[in-house]
């Protein structure tokens, strides 16, 4: 088959970039510009599209011919000192992908959103049907769930041909987002209490999560299917000691209380924004919030039906603090 991919240069996405090529997909793949990342796939055989998410003439141009479009790239971030970001990229963005895939008469559409867009459910873990919670809790998770509003209105009242991904907690060897910073910031030392212990994730490796994409890509007669990618829940205290079993190295001594931790990271993201430089310990508001919230999810369907096996958690851990100790 001949799919266009967004995202391809990200972390999720050289995973799923790789696994095409690997099956003999022709892949085409967006990049607003040279990188080693880009490079590389071009190297394994991608043809590389120059363009941009708001830029039609590019998306369309690469996504003619194709069999399918996988939409991945995102703004995957908890602050940014320019918070209108948010919405150009993962809405603005999404809703330029799909109508472009429309206007070429794209088959079919893999759009990887986030468990994120849920919320709080009633459910306990949730899944695909369960009724999202009121309220997100960062400007990531609204973002990408006014993106999943406007997949699905064009899935109902235009025949969108679309069939979304819900990644978990993303784990592997070289992520340099919130999940990989947080496994750094451990094993260099660099956090001096811990911080909503309690807290649970639905943990998942990054390969699995490029499995259930392609699976979802390549199965046929699942248009407008929803999966979860999640292996493992997990509260962040009993991955916090995975981290330290598998690294060797001690855990901080002390646990820094959930309201004194959101009091710091308010005044974190104030200077943040006066300075430009990211909060330190990655305590933004947001983060923060996303870990006391927390996220409950059942990934069983993506076994069920893409026949996805997942991967230990203990595994991607291995191979997360592995990467970062060698790079």
């Known amino acids: 088959m001949k799919a266009f991919m967004t995202g391809a240069t990200g972390f999720i996405g050289t995973h799923v970039a790789r696994r095409l090529i690997a099956s003999r997909h022709e892949l085409r793949c967006l990049v607003r510009r040279p990188s080693p990342a880009a490079r590389e796939l071009q190297s394994l055989g991608a043809t590389l599209v120059a363009g941009d998410l708001n830029n039609p003439a590019s998306l369309a141009a690469g996504m003619r011919g194709c069999d399918w479009v996988i939409h991945l790239a995102g703004l995957y971030s908890f602050w940014e000192r320019n918070r209108q970001a948010f919405h150009n990229v993962n809405v603005n963005g999404t809703r330029n992908v799909m109508e472009c895939a429309l206007e070429t008469g794209v088959p079919k559409v893999v759009h990887v959103s986030t468990v994120g867009v849920f919320g709080k459910p009633a459910d306990s873990p949730f899944i695909e049907t369960s009724t999202p919670g009121p309220t997100r809790c960062t400007e990531y998770y609204r973002t990408k769930a006014e ?25 592997g060897a070289g992520d340099p987002k919130a999940t990989g910073q947080f496994i750094q910031n451990l094993i260099k030392r660099r956090l001096p209490a811990t911080v909503f212990d309690d ?28 999966y979860v990618a999640g292996s493992q829940r997990m509260s962040f205290r009993e991955v916090s000691r995975l981290v330290s079993d598998v690294s060797g190295v001690g855990l901080p001594k002390l646990q820094l209380p959930g309201w004194l931790a959101m009091m ?30 927390g996220f409950s999810a059942d990934g069983s ?18 191979e997360a603090i592995e990467s970062y100790r060698n790079g």
């Not at 969108?160 to 991904?165: E, I, K, R, S, T």
């Not at 990271?265 to 924004?273: E, P, R, S």
């Not at 996805?308 to 851990?317: G, N």
């Open 147 to 171: 993106a999943d509003v406007i997949v699905w209105d064009l899935h109902r009242s235009r025949n969108l041909p679309v069939v979304v991904v819900y990644p978990c907690a993303v784990l």
């Open 199 to 226: 807290s649970v994730m639905t943990f998942v490796h990054v390969d699995d999560v490029a499995e259930v994409i392609v699976r979802a890509a390549e199965k046929e007669g699942n248009i407008g299917e929803r």
């Open 264 to 293: 710091n990271a308010h005044a974190l993201t104030w200077l943040a924004g006066l300075t430009g430089k990211s909060p330190m310990w990655g305590m933004s508001v947001d983060q923060m919030q996303a870990m006391r919230e």
């Open 301 to 318: 369907k993506a076994e069920r039906e893409l026949c996805v096996k997942y991967t230990p958690v203990r595994t991607a851990v291995e």
